[in-house]
T-cell receptor, first 112, second 108 residues
Framework: DGGITQSPKYLFRKEGQNVTLSCEQN?????MYWYRQDPGQGLRLIYY???????QKGDIAEGYSVSREKKESFPLTVTSAQKNPTAFYLC???????????FGPGTRLTVL | SQQGEEDPQALSIQEGENATMNCSYK?????LQWYRQNSGRGLVHLIL?????REKHSGRLRVTLDTSKKSSSLLITASRAADTASYFC????????FGDGTTLTVKP
């Protein structure tokens, strides 16, 4: 099956710990994205990548880091510098930056 | 700043009625896309309309685009309880494309 997957579905972290969220796609898409969604709100862009080995900051990149070593994978690390990390995180991919984005099922991160 | 902003924020209708939601944006676009999100899930792409198109249909969905007013509307006809979800518009993929969405509740 072609698609985009995120793992885990639920993630709990203690304050001060870094945590990495996984995002994998087998759609052969060049572009990938990470969004954060808080309750009752829309999506805010954290980072995006147009192509392998390249990524750009979105609107709320502080406290987050990413890598794009492989076309299929775009992991997001939530660092201890992120002051309020509890949120729903969505990964997406698209053929390029102008085309339809396909979303993963999301990871709900809770900081204890 | 966000490129797409949806209106109204919330909409509640009876099954069988039509639902209309609007989207405004600020800069020139290549295309505009509408997405749907069920609670706690990822977004699902509904329809894409290009900047040189004025109207597009897909099943019970009708999207219009007015580039002079920088606005788009999504019409869902003969709504069903299963249409209950949040709906988002998005312009050029990349930075700041999504608004806060319209939450649609369809009562059976």
């Amino acid at each position: 099956d072609g698609g985009i997957t995120q793992s885990p579905k639920y993630l709990f972290r203690k304050e001060g710990q870094n945590v990495t969220l996984s995002c994998e796609q087998n759609l052969n898409h060049d572009a990938m994205y990470w969004y954060r969604q808080d309750p009752g709100q829309g999506l805010r862009l954290i980072y995006y990548s147009q192509i392998v080995n390249d990524f750009q900051k979105g609107d709320i990149a502080e406290g987050y880091s990413v890598s794009r070593e492989k076309k299929e994978s775009f992991p997001l690390t939530v660092t201890s510098a992120q002051k309020n990390p509890t949120a729903f995180y969505l990964c997406a991919s698209s053929i390029d930056l102008l085309t339809t984005q396909y979303f993963g099922p999301g990871t709900r991160l809770t900081v204890l | 700043s966000q490129q797409g902003e949806e209106d109204p924020q919330a909409l509640s209708i009876q099954e069988g009625e039509n639902a209309t939601m609007n989207c405004s944006y600020k800069t020139s676009i290549n295309n505009l896309q509408w997405y749907r999100q069920n609670s706690g899930r990822g977004l699902v792409h509904l329809i894409l309309i290009r900047s040189n198109e004025r109207e597009k249909h897909s099943g019970r969905l009708r999207v219009t685009l007015d580039t002079s007013k920088k606005s788009s509307s999504l019409l869902i006809t003969a709504s069903r309880a299963a249409d209950t979800a949040s709906y988002f518009c998005a312009t050029k993929a990349g930075k700041s494309t999504f608004g806060d969405g319209t939450t649609l509740t369809v009562k059976p």
